[in-house]
């Protein structure tokens, strides 16, 4: 199982890579989109959308992408502000009440809100930082789930969010805030980052980022939780579906967009 996840990660990783290097700025936005639109169909598989609902989701999401993509008007404050709410109260609303079903129409919006954003950060941080800076950032979230992985099963005893997920572990959390503060730390010293422009500052993004992909994960795991499936796919070896894989990824990008959208 390890091995699996360690092959399917590194594999991930050098797909990533070439997408943003390799790929034009347009060819880039296609294979975002493509990883959303995975995700998205995994999300209402879950919840057995019939195919009319589902290809009608897939294909609404898909005209608003594209229109956020080639519009004239500058989205970043409305996209920012979907972001916040959706990860500062919507998502943290969900995890405390524990809701024990959903609507195909709340799924239908978490969809909107949780892929969306993404998506748009993805492209603008791409285009505001370049694709070097892109990488640092979307590896807070690879890095706080590695730490939180191998930090949890060494010396996890106090549960996370054990109604949610039980292997989650407080220190495992911690062990993912270290994990990251330490790479932040290291990028800062040998990067031109210019988000992190002082110490304070990799605090604040190693703890806002760390606890955003957190969320990412707690909500993925309740909704699958709430649907009585264990992944949401069988795509990756080790890891199960896109969506298991991207969910704290896409909290995180929303979230770093937000907070260096607030900088300009």
């Known amino acids: 199982m390890l091995k699996e996840r360690i092959v399917t990660g590194l594999a991930l990783f050098i797909l990533s890579l070439i997408c943003l290097f390799e790929l034009p700025e347009v060819g880039f936005t296609a294979a975002i989109w493509l990883l959303c639109l995975v995700g998205i169909y995994e999300l209402t598989r879950m919840y057995k959308f019939d195919w009319i609902n589902q290809i009608g989701l897939m294909a609404v999401l898909t005209v608003l992408a594209l229109l956020l993509y080639i519009s004239r008007y500058d989205m970043g404050q409305v996209i920012m502000s979907m972001s916040l709410l959706t990860w500062c109260f919507i998502v943290p609303f969900v995890l405390v009440t524990h809701p024990k079903r959903f609507s195909l129409f709340v799924i239908a919006f978490f969809a909107v809100i949780v892929f969306i954003p993404a998506f748009y950060a993805a492209v603008k941080l791409y285009d505001l930082l370049g694709?070097?800076?892109?990488?640092?950032?979307?590896?807070?979230?690879?890095?706080?789930?590695?730490?939180?992985?191998?930090?949890?099963?060494?010396?996890?005893?106090?549960?996370?969010a054990p109604q949610i997920s039980p292997g989650k572990t407080i220190e495992g959390a911690v062990g993912g805030l270290i994990f990251v503060l330490i790479y932040l730390l290291i990028i800062k010293n040998t990067c031109e980052t210019v988000f992190l422009y002082n110490y304070l500052a990799v605090f604040k993004f190693g703890l806002i980022l760390t606890t955003a992909g957190i969320l990412g994960d707690l909500f993925q795991s309740w909704i699958k939780?709430?649907?009585?499936?264990?992944?949401?796919?069988n795509i990756l070896p080790g890891h199960g579906g896109i969506f298991d894989r991207i969910d704290s990824l896409i909290a995180v990008l929303a979230i770093s967009f937000a907070m260096i959208w607030g900088m300009i």
């Open 225 to 233: 939780r709430v649907a009585g499936v264990k992944d949401s796919g």
């Open 131 to 160: 694709p070097w800076r892109l990488v640092c950032i979307m590896a807070i979230a690879w890095v706080s789930d590695t730490g939180a992985y191998f930090i949890g099963r060494k010396f996890g005893r106090h549960k996370l």
